[in-house]
């Protein structure tokens, strides 16, 4: 069974405290002689084997190897209409586990839920939590970031440079048919679907999974999935 990961600002350290080191020692309950591994979220993963707890939130270990862990090319942005309810933080935990690299919440021309103006910091941090657990149960050395959310009319500063390419039912390109490239933008739409206008908006490359139309909260792990099999990140 793999090591349980906790988010540590020094992994190299072999200390862990705060919120995550309640975690492990509170919820968790790590105890002397059990291995966990530390990672800062940006690549570096410790394995410790734990020497000392100490209060609800202290963990001290001997740090037995340090990893530097590549990013998985091609890196993939996934911009996801922001669904509604239950069904947003649904869609980033399932995203992180297929491998999204970062995370950009989308209010699309179809989009029903909107977050305002005094609740957005909110909503966003939501967002960000479920990524660093999402992170944590797929034993992930990087967490994926997830930026401010944006409109159809914003995407272009999100897009620039990258491979974009668009979730349609209605698209002519399979997704095995894709040649990738480095950086890989991965447009998921809202329960509604993207109109005709929005998609010129949005440009790239329409493309299609297969027969079947899945869901909002779905469709990134499903791609994430076959971009993984298709390339190198697998």
């Not at 349980?4 to 968790?28: I, Q």
């Not at 990524?131 to 401010?148: L, M």
């Not at 698209?171 to 933008?185: C, D, H, K, M, N």
């Amino acid at each position: 069974m793999s090591l349980p990961y906790f988010l540590a600002p020094d992994p190299a350290s072999g200390r862990l405290g705060g919120a995550e080191g309640r975690h492990a020692v509170t919820v968790k309950r790590v105890q002397p002689g059990e291995r966990v591994v530390l990672t800062d979220g940006r690549g570096t993963a410790a394995t410790v084997e734990v020497t000392s707890v100490s209060g609800k939130d202290e963990l001290r270990g001997e740090v037995l190897a340090v990893d530097r862990v590549a990013p998985p090319r091609p890196r993939v942005t996934v911009v996801q209409a922001i669904p509604k309810g239950e069904r947003a933080e649904l869609a980033v935990d399932l995203a992180v586990q297929g491998g999204a690299d970062a995370i950009v919440p989308w209010i699309s021309h179809r989009t029903v839920a909107r977050w305002p103006a005094t609740k957005q910091d909110k909503q966003v941090e939501k967002w960000r939590s479920a990524a660093q657990a999402a992170a944590k149960q797929s034993r992930r050395a990087w967490v994926p970031e997830v930026s401010s959310p944006v409109t159809t009319n914003q995407l272009a500063g999100v897009l620039g440079g990258k491979q974009v390419l668009v979730l349609h039912e209605s698209a002519a390109t399979a997704l095995r048919e894709v040649v990738f490239g480095p950086e890989v933008a991965l447009v998921v739409g809202p329960e509604g679907g993207i109109g005709a206008e929005e998609l010129e908006l949005i440009g790239g490359t329409a493309v299609k999974l297969g027969p079947e139309v899945l869901r909002t909260a779905t469709a990134a792990l499903a791609a994430l999935s076959a971009i993984g099999v298709l390339t190198a990140r697998w």
